[in-house]
């Protein structure tokens, strides 16, 4: 099986408003083999290369640079976007998938490429005056976009920006301030790029002064706004993706919606963009599990009880780790699917569901890769085999859009709710119902309950935060898991996989109310 058929199984077990299955596989067939044969092959050069800083401009790996074009040629930029944005108009779900393959073939290049549906929502939302402007230039891809939050001292606490925007006298807005960690806030893939901007436009304190722009890196008449790059940093991974320090000398830029509401226009672009996270998490699982597997079936190691050659598969603990991160890899998709479903359907449900999803995701993606470089044995740690770089450049996908412990701290506060607490439990019982894993489930969500209303209200509950949302992660990706293998009961691709999840479950589920209610018995340490 292939990823693409993975794909196609996941998205036929929870239906999606807008198109049906033939469409889908027509869409995402070519799309998958345009990424298998046109942007895998630059994964590893991208890797070699970097961007690279020079005379104040970044430079991307020019593998890269013609895989984008290409995909901006064939017109695939546009399945992200609306209809209103000059796109297909693909379901949220299709979307999504259409990130996992893409961060599975190339991880920078998707990051690049990812953003552009955020702005996209943003200008229609927030700036229907704007739209006629700048939506064409996302729409043909010659502008790609950036999120730029970050600041020196103001990384998840976002009361703490201080870049300034300050409106002129003939109404125009002027950003001066400096940036930090702004992925793509410079490259040349794109013409142009369009940075949307948090910026202070009054003393009101935290995140109650803050408002959002779009200030784009060329102004009308061609000529560079007031934005500069200073620096790119050296990472772990992500080589070909520049992470950018930026300053902005009273650049010229656009308020969108209302002064003061910066942050909810900013969600407009976050909630999708975590959902990508979390799909990124997804890519990493699969990618590692595809190259493990592959090395596994080959790779000769000993002898098998009957005195034959045996291949790594015939190695128990070998079978547990492939396992392990094929369950991840299925279950992680299925909740990305699940979600993007119920952001139409359900976006109360939605929004306490997408960072749990992010953060599990992400985690899950990082264990997987861990894995995989297991399964290899010391061939995994070298750079040969690639799976090394599958893990550091999934590593970062656990600190951006929200790094996943500040994340849960977002879901504590979410439990205050008891009807977000309800919903949540219906939805995950919804999914088991019928299916072998409704009783192990059934169990872990009684648990879970007990746990949630505890931590809702206890003094030290934000120390319990983190094992809560792994809890809360674990029983969403049993029982999107279910519904898949439920779905397709007869499918031998599934059986394996589903068999060892749901075996392995009622352990992992008494491991994680221990770990949560040992959180809330004691303080931890003050450390000095």
């Known amino acids: 099986?292939?990823?693409?058929?993975?794909?196609?199984?996941?998205?036929?077990?929870?239906?999606?408003?807008?198109?049906?299955?033939?469409?889908?596989?027509?869409?995402?067939?070519?799309?998958?083999?345009?990424?298998?044969e046109v942007v895998a092959p630059t994964a590893g050069e991208c890797d070699r290369e970097g961007a690279r800083f020079d005379g104040g401009r970044v430079y991307l790996p020019s593998s890269m640079v013609a895989a984008y074009r290409a995909y901006v040629d064939l017109g695939?930029?546009?399945?992200?976007?609306?209809?209103?944005?000059?796109?297909?108009?693909?379901?949220?779900?299709?979307?999504?998938?259409?990130?996992?393959?893409?961060?599975?073939?190339?991880?920078?290049?998707?990051?690049?490429?990812?953003?552009?549906?955020?702005?996209?929502?943003?200008l229609v939302h927030l700036a229907p005056e704007l739209a006629p402007r700048y939506l064409p230039l996302l729409a043909d891809g010659s502008a790609l976009v950036t999120m730029a939050l970050t600041e020196p001292g103001a990384g998840s606490d976002l009361g703490a920006i201080r870049t300034r925007a300050e409106q002129q006298p003939d109404g125009a807005w002027r950003i001066s301030g400096e940036k930090i960690f702004i992925s793509g806030g410079d490259q040349d893939m794109g013409e142009t790029i369009l940075h949307f901007v948090l910026a202070r436009t009054d003393d009101t304190p935290g995140t109650r002064g803050l408002s959002l722009f779009l200030c784009p890196a060329r102004r009308d008449d061609g000529t560079a706004n007031a934005v500069t790059v200073t620096r790119i940093e050296e990472k772990m991974g992500l080589h070909a993706s520049p992470t950018c320090q930026m300053r902005f000398d009273g650049a010229e830029a656009h308020l969108l919606g209302e002064a003061g509401k910066g942050l909810a226009g900013m969600f407009i672009m976050m909630n999708h963009a975590r959902l990508d996270v979390a799909a990124q998490g997804v890519a990493a699982a699969s990618a590692a599990h595809e190259k493990a597997l592959a090395y596994a079936r080959t790779r000769m190691q000993g002898r098998a009880a009957s005195?034959?050659?045996?291949?790594?598969?015939?190695?128990?603990?070998?079978?547990?780790?492939?396992?392990?991160?094929?369950?991840l890899a299925l279950g992680g998709r299925a909740m990305v699917v699940h979600t993007a479903g119920l952001l139409s359907s359900n976006p109360r449900l939605a929004t306490f569901l997408t960072p749990i999803?992010?953060?599990?995701?992400?985690?899950?993606?990082?264990?997987?890769?861990?894995?995989g470089i297991q399964v290899l044995g010391g061939y995994g740690y070298l750079a040969d085999y690639d799976i090394e770089r599958i893990w550091r450049d999934s590593r970062v996908a656990r600190l951006y859009e929200g790094a996943n412990g500040a994340l849960a701290a977002f879901v504590k506060r979410e439990?205050?709710?008891?009807?977000?607490?309800?919903?949540?439990?219906?939805?995950?019982?919804?999914?088991?119902?019928?299916?072998?894993?409704?009783?192990?489930?059934?169990?872990?969500?009684?648990?879970?309950?007990?746990?949630?209303?505890?931590?809702?209200?206890?003094?030290?509950?934000?120390?319990?935060?983190?094992?809560?949302?792994?809890?809360?992660g674990l029983l969403h990706h049993a029982g999107a898991l279910a519904r898949l293998a439920a779905r397709h009961p007869e499918h031998p691709r599934l059986a394996a996989p589903a068999r060892f999840a749901r075996r392995s479950l009622p352990a992992e589920i008494d491991h994680a109310a221990a770990r949560l209610r040992q959180m809330l018995e004691e303080d931890l340490p003050a450390l000095s």
Do not use: Y
Not at 10 to 20: I, K, R
Not at 78 to 100: K, M, N, V
């Open 415 to 472: 439990l205050g709710d008891p009807q977000a607490r309800a919903a949540f439990v219906d939805a995950i019982a919804t999914l088991a119902r019928g299916t072998p894993f409704e009783a192990g489930i059934g169990t872990g969500l009684a648990q879970w309950a007990d746990c949630a209303k505890a931590l809702a209200a206890h003094p030290r509950a934000l120390q319990a935060a983190e094992p809560m949302a792994h809890f809360t």
């Open 1 to 36: 099986m292939t990823q693409f058929e993975d794909v196609l199984l996941t998205l036929a077990a929870f239906p999606h408003p807008g198109w049906d299955e033939a469409e889908t596989a027509q869409v995402l067939e070519p799309f998958s083999q345009f990424v298998s």
């Open 307 to 327: 005195g034959a050659p045996a291949s790594l598969l015939d190695l128990p603990d070998i079978r547990r780790m492939l396992l392990t991160m094929d369950g």
């Open 76 to 122: 695939w930029n546009q399945l992200h976007l609306s209809e209103a944005a000059g796109g297909f108009g693909a379901p949220d779900a299709i979307s999504l998938i259409a990130t996992e393959l893409l961060a599975a073939a190339n991880a920078s290049f998707q990051m690049l490429a990812g953003l552009v549906r955020g702005g996209a929502d943003a």
């Open 357 to 371: 999803v992010k953060t599990f995701c992400t985690d899950m993606g990082s264990r997987a890769a861990d894995l």
